[in-house]
């Protein structure tokens, strides 16, 4: 079964078919290269949310040291809980930048850092108190320097996936003007070349040749007009031909008819002599008989 179409018709709309195709398919491309842009924007979001969550933390962490007031305790706790939050609840977009064991690893030591908190406030004796503050300063460093490499992590993530967006944007681009370039040839070559050969061919019968144009191209439309321009050549040539015959029977007739005309005069005078001689053959004396004969 030969699949190829042989109509321009078939042919513009299985272009048109493939051409929505291959814009579908680009733009499904880009539509999922912005998808995982807008995602990763809505997860750099939450990154530093979280990262100015466990600076706040320090800060309330610094203020209660120095001034050991109720407000900053209780502001240290709420960030303390706003990042625990922040984590349980959207460790999907967390896992876009950081590995689970560095978000388990977080978890945990903000838990660590919640219990030192909760323990005891403020432990009674300066031994106690000094090392029960190094602990808590620890853990929070801790805690802001894996959140900082999360939010590092996650520009150079942004970064990177900008530069694939733009790239497949360029490339889809880039692609559908080749694929332009190249329907463009292949659709002047179907439809422009042959009706340039047709132009020419009856420029050629204009000036008084017929001759039948050949069948080079196997498209139906085409054949079909090719079929009919052949018919039109040799209907054409048959009148052609029938009237330069008609042209050369008028011309032999008013030959004819000036060579009859010419012929008469003579005949005529000849016939009137003789008919004269005859009426006059009796009584006429010989001399006007031998000029009536001459």
């Not at 042959?194 to 498209?219: C, N, Q, T, V």
């Amino acid at each position: 079964m030969d699949l190829y179409p042989r109509s321009l018709r078939q042919k513009i709309f299985l272009g048109y078919f493939i051409g929505l195709i291959l814009m579908f398919g680009v733009v499904a491309a880009n539509w999922k290269s912005l998808n995982t842009v807008e995602d990763m924007v809505v997860s750099g979001e939450m990154v530093s949310d979280l990262f100015d969550t466990t600076l706040e933390i320090r800060r309330f962490e610094k203020n209660y040291f120095l001034y050991e007031q109720d407000e900053d305790y209780e502001e240290l706790l709420f960030y303390v809980n706003k990042a625990e939050n922040l984590l349980e609840k959207n460790s999907k977009e967390f896992g876009l930048f950081a590995t689970p064991e560095v978000i388990h690893n977080l978890k945990d030591n903000i838990k660590d850092y919640k219990e030192l908190l909760e323990a005891d406030r403020i432990p009674q004796g300066e031994i106690a108190k000094w090392k029960w503050e190094e602990a808590v300063r620890k853990k929070g460093k801790t805690i802001v320097t894996i959140a900082e490499s999360i939010s590092k992590t996650e520009r150079r993530v942004m970064q990177t996936t900008l530069r694939s967006a733009k790239k497949t944007l360029l490339i889809s681009v880039a692609f559908l003007v080749f694929t332009g370039f190249v329907v463009g040839a292949i659709y002047y070559r179907m439809f422009a070349k042959p009706l340039w050969m047709l132009e020419k061919h009856m420029k050629r019968i204009a000036d008084g040749e017929f001759s039948l144009m050949p069948i080079k191209y196997r498209d139906r439309e085409f054949v079909s007009l090719n079929n009919a321009f052949n018919r039109m050549i040799l209907e054409l040539d048959a009148r052609q031909r029938h009237l330069v015959q008609s042209e050369k029977l008028a011309s032999l007739g008013t030959l004819l008819f000036g060579v009859a005309h010419e012929l008469n005069n003579p005949l005529s005078n000849i016939s009137t002599s003789c008919e004269i001689l005859k009426e006059e053959i009796e009584t006429a004396d010989l001399e006007y008989k031998k000029e009536l004969l001459s």
